[in-house]
């Protein structure tokens, strides 16, 4: 159990930091749909520190490739809920406070590596 909270920690930190940078490497600018670059380029980043941790970890089992795929498609579910702003502002409502754009892109990997694990 420990290892597995260790783990979504792990995907949470390298997601977010590693997430902008890698995504500023990548040379293409679609606008308001730069979103779903970021999405894209998240979810890849969670699912290879769930391939790093599976290695270093102990009783954390390797990702499938049905992990990847749920990563990618809850990782583009969360970066389309971006581009509705009652949703956006109903939640940073609810959390009294402004919740960053590229949050919802990691919270769907995070949920789609783990439902799929």
């Known amino acids: 159990m420990l290892p597995r909270i260790v783990l979504t920690i792990m995907q949470i930190a390298v997601g977010w930091n590693l997430g902008g940078q890698v995504r500023a490497v990548v040379p293409v600018n679609i606008g308001a749909l730069d979103i779903f670059l970021t999405a894209v380029v998240i979810a890849v980043l969670v699912w290879l520190t769930g391939h ?12 499938s490739a049905g992990a990847l795929t749920a990563c990618l498609v809850l990782a ?11 949703v956006t502002q109903a939640i940073g409502g609810l959390l009294k406070g402004g919740v960053p754009l590229r949050a919802y892109p990691l919270i769907g990997a995070v949920i789609g590596y783990l439902a799929r694990r």
């Open 76 to 86: 583009l579910a969360g970066a389309a809920l971006t581009l509705v702003p009652p």
């Open 52 to 63: 790093l941790g599976a290695l270093v970890l102990k009783d954390t089992p390797p990702p």
